[in-house]
T-cell receptor
Framework: TQLLEQSPQFLSIQEGENLTVYCNSS?????LQWYRQEPGEGPVLLVT?????EVKKLKRLTFQFGDARKDSSLHITAAQPGDTGLYLC???????????FGTGTRLQVTL | DTEVTQTPKHLVMGMTNKKSLKCEQH?????MYWYKQKAKKPPELMFV???????INESVPSRFSPECPNSSLLNLHLHALQPEDSALYLC????????????FGPGTRLLVL
């Protein structure tokens, strides 16, 4: 059973478009991280959200943690080719000592 | 500094070889992790070390042997691997086990022939 489902699985858009990636679960998470990973490289941390309803902005990226801490979203404004990569959400639950990774969203931004 | 380093970057080995992957962090983190990642899939946890002691082994075959010589170093010893073990091996660290943000290294791309 996959605890964190991401949607869409794959997204191909043109430069300048906006997009939203969703990370959903039926479980409550103490915190949730978003990572971006390029092929052959390790995941790079983008943000950690810990409070229900929290919104964090990182330049053109906006992250939101659901009020019930069961879901999160990542919105990218005016996507650029440099945003291309695998986006992973990962959450920790108070009842488990390991991080739960989402299924991943592959984003491709073309010129 | 949030850097985790891994060596080597790439590794090709035969099924009878013995090799080791190395990971290092100088952030004072007390928890370190090994993950295995197949193409287009999320990372899968293999081992967790907390305060230099093995905390979690996710039923990993004994041909993978982790070692934590000190709080900054984590090794993964490989012996008699199979071709299906070919993957990206990622090391990560966090302030404490489980409930802290994890920082990942760049990974070692392993090919078993």
């Amino acid at each position: 059973t996959q605890l964190l489902e991401q949607s869409p699985q794959f997204l191909s858009i043109q430069e300048g478009e906006n997009l939203t990636v969703y990370c959903n679960s039926s479980s409550v998470f103490s915190s949730l991280q978003w990572y971006r990973q390029e092929p052959g490289e390790g995941p790079v941390l983008l943000v950690t959200v810990v409070t229900g309803g929290e919104v964090k902005k990182l330049k053109r990226l906006t992250f939101q943690f659901g009020d019930a801490r069961k879901d999160s979203s990542l919105h990218i404004t005016a996507a650029q080719p440099g945003d291309t990569g695998l986006y992973l959400c990962a959450g920790d639950r108070s009842t488990a000592s390991k991080l739960t990774f989402g299924t991943g969203t592959r984003l491709q931004v073309t010129l | 500094d949030t850097e985790v380093t891994q060596t080597p970057k790439h590794l090709v080995m035969g099924m009878t070889n013995k090799k080791s992957l190395k990971c290092e962090q100088h952030m004072g983190h007390r928890a370190m992790y090994w993950y295995k990642q197949k193409a287009k899939k999320p990372p899968e946890l293999m081992f967790v070390y907390s305060y230099e002691k093995l905390s979690i082994n996710e039923s990993v075959p004994s041909r993978f042997s982790p070692e934590c010589p000190n709080s900054s170093l984590l090794n993964l010893h490989l012996h008699a691997l199979q071709p299906e073990d070919s993957a990206l091996y990622l090391c990560a660290s966090s302030q404490d086990e489980g409930r802290e943000t994890q920082y990942f290294g760049p990974g070692t791309r392993l090919l078993v022939l």
